[in-house]
């Protein structure tokens, strides 16, 4: 897969999974579309220090097919 920028990523829908303010880097979970049409999910934790969409691409890859997958794979404890 190449490289894809994040701000190259439309997010289709968003959703905070746990309490917390974007300073505590809550998990979220996002609905994206990538640059080359493929749609799928992405969770993890996500605020001021972290960005799920960008540490998914880089260390997982391709979106998950479901968000119950990407959950799982992305977050702790949720």
Same mark, same amino acid.
């Given at each position: 897969?190449?490289?894809?920028? !994040?701000? #190259?990523?439309? %997010?289709?829908?968003?959703?905070?999974?746990?309490?917390?303010?974007?300073?505590?880097?809550? #998990? @979220?979970?996002? !609905?994206? =579309?990538?640059?080359?049409?493929?749609?799928?999910? %992405?969770?993890?934790?996500?605020?001021?220090?972290?960005?799920?969409?960008?540490? @998914?691409? =880089?260390?997982?890859?391709?979106?998950?097919?479901? =968000?119950?997958?990407?959950?799982?794979?992305?977050?702790?404890?949720?």
């Amino acid at each position: 897969m190449a490289k894809i920028d !994040s701000d #190259d990523v439309e %997010i289709l829908s968003s959703a905070q999974l746990g309490d917390g303010t974007v300073n505590d880097n809550p #998990d @979220w979970v996002f !609905s994206v =579309r990538l640059p080359d049409g493929v749609c799928g999910w %992405i969770a993890g934790p996500h605020g001021v220090s972290v960005c799920a969409i960008t540490d @998914w691409l =880089r260390y997982i890859g391709e979106p998950s097919d479901s =968000r119950e997958a990407a959950i799982a794979e992305g977050c702790d404890g949720v």
